[in-house]
C-alpha cells in the first residue's frame, strides 16, 4: 500500500495557546490533488492531416503562431500530403502546390491540420479553396461544420448556434505539431521515393 | 511510535448481545504493555470507571473497538482519548478494490483470527470458541461456565491483541488511525442511542404480514396489472414499461434487468416505479422478525464500521432500519416529547468532487443551490434566467447526467436511463466534460494514480488497493464515496462528542433525536458539526444541509414508501386483523 508519511506525534493535546493538536483533523489531511501526483500526460503521437469531415464541428487555433504556409505535394489517390523541404522547392516547380496548415480540432478533442489551398502562381482562387479558407478563418471564433456543395462548386458552412465551450488547445507548439504530423511525410531529397514516381522513375 | 504513550492498554470485553438492546458488560480483561500489569475484572466488580489509567498519554487498543466502547457505554465509563483499533487498520491494509481480491487477499476474513494468520502470528488460543461464545452471547453461562473460564477466554483476545500490535505498529499511519479510532467511539455512541420505533405497529405488523401479503399485491398491483398470483410476470412489466414510455435496463440477453438495484435506480428516476420496488423487495426480503428492536423500542444493530470497500459503515439490511425496504421507515417515531430530525448533506457526492477537483466552474454549481439547473445554464442549454419551473424537462436531463456521471455511466446506459437515443446521451456526457474540465482531468488522475501506485486514499488515509479485477468505474467513484465517508466520520465524531443524540447515520445524513425544548439547539449544532466536518476535508469548502423534522407522534416517511406504507397500513385495520391482533 502507499503508505501516507509517518509523522511523530505527541498524544497528549496541548495547552491553549501552546503547538496544536497533532490528531486535530485539521492536520492530518492527506492531498486530493491527484493530478499534481500522477504525474500522467497524455502524449500527442498522431495529428493527422485532413479536411474536416462533413458531420464535424471544429475550431482553428486562432493565434497566428499557429498556421503557416508550405509548399505540399499531394498523392491524391493516397490522400496523402507530403512538406517539400526550401531547398527543394525552385527543382520541383510545378510539382507541389501551396497550402496553409491549420491547426485545428473537433467536438471529440482530435487535433488535426487542416491544409487550405492558396491561390495559384496565376493568382487563380476556385471557390472551393476561397469558402474552404472563410471557414477556417471563422472556426478560429466559431464552431464551424463545412459540406461540399458539387452543385455550387464550394464548401456550405455552418456556424453552431448553441454555446458550446472553447476547445482546449495543445500545450506543444505548432513546429513540435509539424513534425509529430508530418515525421514520414517529408521530402528532403530529390531521390525520394514521391519525386521518383512523379517522375516515373519509381 | 508509542514512546509518547505513557501507557498502552490493549482491552477486551465480554458481554451478552440480546438482538435490539444495548451490550450487557460481562468482564474485561486489559493488558497494560509498558508495566505488564494485568486486569481481569467480572461483571460484579465493574466500577464507575476502567480499572487502567485513561487520558490523552494512554493509548487503548482494541480489535473491532466499537464493541468495548459499546461496554463503556453501558457502564457510564468516560470514552478513552486515544484509541487504536486494529480491525480498522487490518482493513486499511487489506481493503481491495473488488470481492475477488478480498476473499484472495483475507482468505480467513477480517476478524481476529483472519488478522492473525495474515501476519502469520501463532492464532492458538486466538481460535473461536463457539460454545462459550454463544452462551456469553445470549446470556446463557450462569450454570456452565465459572467466572475464571470466561475471563481465560476474554484473555485469549487480550493476548492475541498483545501478538497483533507489535506486528501491525509498523504498517500504522498512527495519527490518522487514531481518528479513526476515535470514530469507533461515535459509531459506540449511535449505537447506543439507537433509532426510536413505533413498536405497537411493528407487532402488529409482524403479526399480519404473511395474511395481508395477497391482499397487498392486489392493492400495489392495481396500478399496474403485473402479478399473477403472488408470481411477478417480466412479460406483463415490459407492457407496462412500453405504456408508460419507461425506458428500462435489460441484461445482456436482451431481457429486463429485474434485480433489486436495478428497481432501486430506476424508482429515483421514474417515481410511478417505487411501489412496485417496495413491494418486490418486501415479498422477497422482509424479514419482520430480524428487525432489532431492543425492549427500549429502539432499532439498533452493529453498524459494521468500516466494512465497504470505501471505507462506510455496512450495517446489516434485515436487522437495520434504513435497510432496502424504505416504507417500513415509517415505523420510525420519536418517542413523546420528542422529535426527530433528518439532516443531509446537500448533493454530498457532487459537492465532494467539485471541492476535491478545485472545478471552479462545479464549485459555482454547487453553490447555487441547484447544480442540475445550473449545469444546464453552464452548457448552454438552458438561458440565464431559466428555472426549474420554465426548463423542467432540460433540467432533468442535466440531472440524469450528473447522477449518471457519478456513476460511471456511459452514453449507452444514460440514453436508457432518460429514455432518449444514445446521440443526446453522448452529447449530454460531452458537454459534462466540456463544462467540468478541471474535474474530468482530476478523474483521470485520480484513475492514473490507482494503476501507477497500486491504490487510492481518502483525505486521512482510507486505502483501496487495486488489482486486475478493479472496476475501473468504482475507482473514479472512491474519492466522492470514500470522502463521503470521511465527512460522516468526522461529523459523526464532533456531534456525538458535543452531546448530540445522534441515533444512526444514513449514507449521506444522520437521524437525531431531541426532546422538544432542545430542537433548535440540537439540530444547529449538528449542523455545525456537519460544516466544519466538510470544511476540514474539503479544503474550506462547506457543504449545505438540508432538515426534515418530524414530532410526536407523527412519524417519518420516505416519500419512495409512502404508498407502499399507506397501502399496508390500510391493510392492518381490516377489522378481520384487528380481530386477530
Known sequence: MTKPSLQTVNPAPSPAGATPDPFDPANLRLSQSFVETAGVKKLLTTVPVRKPSPQDFVRVHPSPDYRDNFPIIELKDEREEYIVTAGLVPELNGEFVTKTLFLAINRQNTLFFWPVRLPAPDGKMLDWWRTAREAAELAMENWVRVKANMNLGAYDIYKAQSTMSDPEWPEQGFWDLIKIAFRDHLITTIDHPVIKRLRGQA | ?581
Open chain 2, 1 to 581: 511510535m508509542l514512546d509518547a504513550f505513557r501507557e498502552v492498554v490493549t482491552v477486551d470485553f465480554e458481554f451478552t448481545a440480546i438482538t435490539g438492546e444495548r451490550p450487557i458488560p460481562i468482564c474485561v480483561v486489559a493488558h497494560e504493555l509498558r508495566s505488564g500489569r494485568r486486569f481481569r475484572i467480572f461483571q460484579d466488580q465493574l466500577e464507575t470507571t476502567p480499572p487502567y489509567a485513561t487520558g490523552p498519554d494512554v493509548l487503548f487498543v482494541a480489535f473491532y473497538a466499537s464493541a468495548e466502547l459499546g461496554c463503556y457505554r453501558a457502564l457510564g465509563w468516560p470514552m478513552p482519548e486515544r484509541i487504536l483499533d486494529l480491525f480498522t487498520e487490518f482493513r486499511v491494509h487489506t481493503n481491495m478494490g473488488s470481492k475477488i481480491d478480498q476473499d484472495r487477499r483475507t482468505p480467513n476474513g477480517a476478524g481476529l483470527l483472519g488478522a492473525l494468520t495474515y501476519f502469520g502470528i501463532d492464532s492458538m488460543g486466538a481460535t473461536e470458541k463457539k460454545e462459550i461464545r454463544k452462551a456469553i452471547g445470549a446470556s446463557a453461562w450462569h450454570g456452565h461456565y465459572t467466572p475464571k473460564e470466561i475471563l481465560d477466554y476474554c484473555e485469549t483476545d487480550v493476548d492475541a491483541l498483545d501478538r497483533l500490535l507489535p506486528v501491525m505498529l509498523p504498517q500504522i499511519d498512527l495519527a490518522r488511525a487514531l481518528l479513526r479510532g476515535r470514530y469507533m467511539a461515535a459509531a459506540a455512541a449511535m449505537e447506543h442511542a439507537g433509532v426510536p420505533i413505533d413498536v405497537p405497529t411493528l407487532e402488529l405488523l409482524r403479526m399480519s404480514w404473511t395474511n395481508i401479503q395477497d391482499d397487498l399485491i392486489t392493492a400495489i398491483d392495481k396500478d399496474y396489472g403485473v402479478f399473477d398470483g403472488r408470481t411477478f410476470k417480466a412479460d406483463r412489466w415490459k407492457q407496462y414499461l412500453l405504456s408508460h414510455g419507461i425506458p428500462w435496463p435489460t441484461t445482456e440477453t436482451g431481457a429486463l434487468s429485474l434485480d433489486d438495484s436495478t428497481f432501486r435506480q430506476m424508482a429515483k428516476a421514474y417515481p410511478e416505479v417505487s411501489p412496485m420496488r417496495e413491494l418486490r423487495s418486501s415479498l422477497s426480503e422482509l424479514r419482520l422478525n430480524d428487525l432489532a428492536v431492543g425492549q427500549d423500542h429502539r432499532n439498533r444493530t452493529i453498524l459494521s464500521a468500516f466494512r465497504s470497500r470505501t471505507g462506510r459503515n455496512q450495517p446489516s439490511n434485515t436487522k437495520f432500519i434504513f435497510g432496502p425496504s424504505v416504507w417500513l421507515r415509517g415505523l420510525i417515531q420519536p418517542p413523546p416529547g420528542c422529535v426527530v430530525a433528518y439532516v443531509d448533506w446537500s448533493q454530498q457526492e457532487f459537492g465532494i468532487a467539485a471541492a476535491l477537483s478545485g472545478d471552479l466552474a462545479m464549485q459555482a454549481s454547487y453553490r447555487s443551490g441547484d447544480p442540475y439547473l445550473a449545469f444546464g445554464k453552464q452548457a448552454g442549454a438552458i438561458p440565464p434566467d431559466g428555472t426549474k419551473k420554465t426548463h423542467k424537462s432540460v433540467r432533468e436531463l442535466f440531472k440524469q447526467c450528473v447522477l449518471g456521471v457519478q456513476y460511471g455511466m456511459e452514453a449507452e446506459g444514460l440514453a436508457k436511463k432518460i429514455g432518449q437515443p444514445v446521440i443526446v446521451a453522448r452529447d449530454l456526457l460531452r458537454a459534462h466534460r466540456d463544462t467540468y474540465r478541471a474535474f474530468w482531468k482530476w478523474s483521470d488522475a485520480a484513475l492514473d494514480t490507482a494503476m501507477l501506485t497500486g491504490s487510492l486514499y481518502t483525505v486521512f488515509g482510507w486505502h483501496v488497493h487495486v488489482s486486475e479485477t478493479s472496476n475501473p468505474r468504482s475507482l473514479r467513484n472512491f474519492p466522492m464515496q470514500g470522502n463521503g465517508g470521511e465527512l460522516m466520520r468526522l461529523a459523526a465524531c464532533l456531534a456525538t462528542e458535543r452531546g448530540i443524540e445522534v441515533c444512526a447515520p444514513v449514507h449521506d445524513a444522520f437521524l437525531i433525536c431531541a426532546p422538544f425544548d432542545r430542537l433548535d439547539a440540537d439540530i444547529a449544532t449538528m449542523r455545525a458539526a456537519m460544516a466544519e466536518a466538510s470544511k476540514i476535508v474539503l479544503r474550506g469548502f462547506e457543504l449545505g444541509t438540508d432538515v426534515s423534522i418530524v414530532r410526536y407522534p407523527n412519524r417519518y416517511m420516505d416519500e419512495r414508501g409512502l404508498t407502499m406504507w399507506n397501502t399496508v397500513t390500510g391493510l392492518l385495520h381490516r377489522p378481520d386483523l384487528r380481530q386477530v391482533a
